[in-house]
């Protein structure tokens, strides 16, 4: 069965950090494009940051450009979102996405998301 198994969320003060990571179970992730997304009560689902399979391409969200780096160690066949400066708007829950293909565009990726979806993990950015 193909996984999507996130890790990383949590309570976190404005300017602190958290890493998400995002663990493929039953598949390889080496020929897969990932992205991040979020999802915040009342609002819709927002493309954060995406990855080519070989890493050599990415896309941020505006909002947080600068801020959040998207990375991938396929040996051990995860992805990676570090987020620091992190910002009460922040607060959302977390899915990783792949889809599948080497010639996945990241922009496009990040606009539509993936075929296969992570369970989420909550973030939340409080004093």
């Known amino acids: 069965q193909l996984q999507l198994v996130e890790s990383g969320g949590g309570l976190v003060q404005p300017g602190g950090s958290l890493r998400h990571s995002c663990a493929a179970s039953g598949f390889t992730l080496d020929y897969y494009a990932i992205g991040w997304f979020r999802q915040a009560p009342g609002k819709e689902r927002e493309g954060v940051s995406c990855i080519s399979v070989s890493g050599g391409s990415t896309n941020y969200a505006d909002s947080v450009k600068g801020r959040f780096t998207i990375s991938r160690d396929n040996a051990k066949n995860t992805v990676y979102l570090q987020m620091n400066s992190l910002k009460p708007e922040d607060t959302a829950v977390y899915y990783c996405?792949?889809?599948?293909?080497?010639?996945?565009?990241?922009?496009?990726?990040?606009?539509?998301?993936?075929?296969?979806w992570g369970q989420g993990t909550q973030v939340t950015v409080s004093s």
């Open positions: 996405a792949a889809q599948r293909g080497i010639f996945t565009s990241v922009q496009r990726m990040c606009a539509t998301g993936g075929t296969y």
